[in-house]
Nanobody, 123 residues
Framework: QVHLVESGGGSVQPGESLRLSCSYS???????VAWFRQTPGKEREGVAARHTYVRTSYADSVKGRFTISKDGANNIVYLQMDMLKPEDTALYFC??????????????????WGQGTQVTVSS
């Protein structure tokens, strides 16, 4: 059973940074791990995704500000979020899927999810 646990959320001011962590287990072979976010009343939005072998994908709204990376030795995927804006406020989820996908930011492609961690950006 794949298990995902997010951490690192919190409250920051605009322009500050946060790093989210997604610890995963029982993912072998080829897989994608992605970060999604959701605010009340809105659909879940794909933010960033990383394949086993380095390929990454980012939403236009976070390009140049967010970076997804992987610590393979410790089974952790990070989301470094810089220059945070109030509109980045959301519940952030980590998700995973085995194999490949042409749509790594599409939530329907993922079948394993964490519980989420809250990020609040406010002055």
């Amino acid at each position: 059973q794949v298990h995902l646990v997010e951490s690192g959320g919190g409250s920051v001011q605009p322009g500050e940074s946060l790093r989210l962590s997604c610890s995963y287990s029982n993912l072998g072979g080829y897989y994608w791990v992605a970060w999604f976010r959701q605010t009340p009343g809105k659909e879940r939005e794909g933010v960033a995704a990383r394949h086993t072998y380095v390929r990454t994908s980012y939403a236009d709204s976070v390009k140049g500000r967010f970076t997804i990376s992987k610590d393979g030795a410790n089974n952790i995927v990070y989301l470094q979020m810089d220059m945070l804006k109030p509109e980045d406020t959301a519940l952030y989820f980590c998700a995973a899927t085995r194999g490949g996908t042409l749509y790594p930011l599409d939530e329907s492609q993922y079948n394993y999810w964490g519980q989420g961690t809250q990020v609040t950006v406010s002055s």
